[in-house]
Nanobody, 118 residues
């Protein structure tokens, strides 16, 4: 079972940027097989997919973040990143890292708070 540790969150003004990181506890070879994703959950709302990246580095984004957010991975560092630009107050949420094995098994990080406010 993979352990995931998120970092990089915080408070930012509208229009600002943040980069989230998620480090995995498995080896680089194993990490490279996972589809990695970032999800978020705002108060009173369901958890939603923000972005994902497959083992082949194919990416997928929620419509609400297309053109503003970018997901990437560094298999050697066993880390997935979420670069968030042009942040809006509606991006405020707890952001969760997810690792999905091809069989469907899924693991979650503990979540990290992103707040966009002036």
């Amino acid at each position: 079972q993979v352990q995931l540790v998120e970092s990089g969150a915080g408070l930012v003004q509208p229009g600002g940027s943040l980069r989230l990181s998620c480090a995995a506890s498995v080896s680089s070879n194993i990490f490279s097989i996972y589809t990695m994703g970032w999800y978020r959950q705002a108060p009173g709302r369901q958890r939603e997919l923000v972005a994902s990246i497959t083992s082949a580095s194919n990416t997928n984004y929620a419509d609400s973040v297309k053109g503003r957010f970018a997901i990437s991975r560094d298999n050697a560092k066993r880390t997935v990143y979420l670069q968030m630009n042009s942040l809006k107050p509606e991006d405020t949420a707890v952001y969760y890292c997810n690792a999905a094995w091809p069989s469907g098994t899924s693991n979650w990080g503990q979540g990290t708070q992103v707040t966009v406010s002036s």
